[in-house]
Antibody, heavy 121, light 108 residues
């Protein structure tokens, strides 16, 4: 069974750093792109980008490039997204998700439950 | 970047009625790389359709996807109580993938 288990809710102050995680199991972690999706409170889904754990390739949406960094640790089948300096506008639920197929142009078939990040002074 | 515009923003219908949701792209979507998701409050999205009309595992046949080029439609033939949710379309054929802003189907 494919599972994506995300880390728990976080509360940070503006300017602080943060890394949240997505632990994958039930499939070959190095064969699939893992993506990140933001959902601000009461809003729609925003595609942040993808990481391929084996190829160490990343694709960022222009809206998020330079604002977040994706990484992955193959040894523990975990993907991460990190911020070096959070802003209040980063308050959102962040989902990790796995593409349906082993290529790049596929929709998200499997989703984590989301990590709520709250940034407030 | 392909911009997806969903309409209407909110659809107020009764159980048993037909729902028609639209997703319009700012440019033609290649290889029919258009997906639909359903999202209920407090839950992660669930894939409904890929490749415009390819039904994902476990999706009832009262749901159907159609369209091509820049205009796509998700149809729910007869709304069941569990179908009241937010629906998102996504283009995934090129980088960056993008989502529409969502259509909420609410009980009238």
């Amino acid at each position: 069974e494919v599972q994506l288990v995300q880390s728990g809710a976080e509360v940070r102050k503006p300017g602080e750093s943060l890394r949240i995680s997505c632990k994958a199991s039930g499939f070959s972690f190095t064969n699939y792109w893992i993506g990140w999706v933001r959902q601000m409170p009461g809003k729609g889904l925003e595609w942040m980008g993808l990481i391929h754990p084996d190829k160490s390739k990343t694709e960022y949406s222009p809206s998020f490039e330079g604002r977040v960094t994706f990484s992955a640790d193959k040894s523990i089948t975990t993907a991460y997204v990190q911020w070096s300096s959070l802003q209040t506008s980063d308050t959102a639920t962040y989902y990790c998700a796995r593409l349906s197929g082993d290529g790049y142009s596929w929709p998200f078939r499997f989703w984590g439950l989301g990590t709520l990040v709250t940034v407030s002074s | 970047e392909i911009v997806l515009t969903q309409s209407p923003g909110t659809l107020s219908l009764s159980p048993g009625e037909r729902a028609t949701l639209s997703c319009r792209a700012s440019q033609s979507i290649s290889s029919n790389s258009l997906a639909w998701y359903q999202q209920k409050p407090g839950q992660a999205p669930r894939l409904l359709f890929y490749g415009v009309s390819g039904r994902a595992t476990g999706i009832p046949d009262r749901f159907s996807g159609s369209g091509s080029g820049t205009d796509f439609t998700l149809t729910i033939s007869r709304l069941e109580p569990e179908d009241f949710a937010v629906y998102h379309c996504e283009h995934y054929g090129s980088s960056p993938h993008t989502f529409g802003q969502g259509t909420k189907v609410e009980i009238k």
